[in-house]
Nanobody, 129 residues
Framework: QVQLVESGGGSVQSGGSLRLSCAAS????????MGWFRQAPGKEREGVAT???????SYADSVKGRFTISQDNAKNTLYLQMNSLKPEDTAIYYC???????????????????????WGQGTQVTVSS
């Protein structure tokens, strides 16, 4: 099994920054794809960014140039650096993992939430205008 614990959420004003962390443990062979997802009230969960164990990243168009996903394999920790935050970034942010999310044809981990089986409990991010 895989265990994921997020931290780092909070409240920030528009234009500010936050860094989310996700501590991962459990079967490493199931964690080759990891990602950040978010869900705003009344909306479906959406992919924000994913990263393959070798470093290939994917981003949603809405966060490109503002968010950066990274990982420290030695610490088993996933990060999401969020800059230039906007009110529309307000959501619960979830960390997820699943090696089956890897697209061999595309060479990246998909942003589709349904491809991920292992989830953290989520952390709230609120951006005020």
């Amino acid at each position: 099994q895989v265990q994921l614990v997020e931290s780092g959420g909070g409240s920030v004003q528009s234009g500010g920054s936050l860094r989310l962390s996700c501590a991962a443990s459990g079967d490493i062979y199931k964690r080759y794809c990891m990602g950040w997802f978010r869900q705003a009230p009344g909306k479906e969960r959406e992919g924000v960014a994913t990263i393959y164990t070798h470093g290939t990243t994917s981003y949603a168009d809405s966060v490109k140039g503002r968010f950066t996903i990274s990982q420290d394999n030695a610490k088993n920790t996933l990060y999401l650096q969020m800059n230039s935050l906007k009110p529309e970034d307000t959501a619960i942010y979830y960390c997820a993992a699943d090696s089956r999310a890897y697209s061999y044809s595309g060479g990246f981990c998909t942003l589709g939430p349904l491809s991920f089986a292992y989830w953290g409990q989520g952390t709230q991010v609120t951006v005020s205008s």
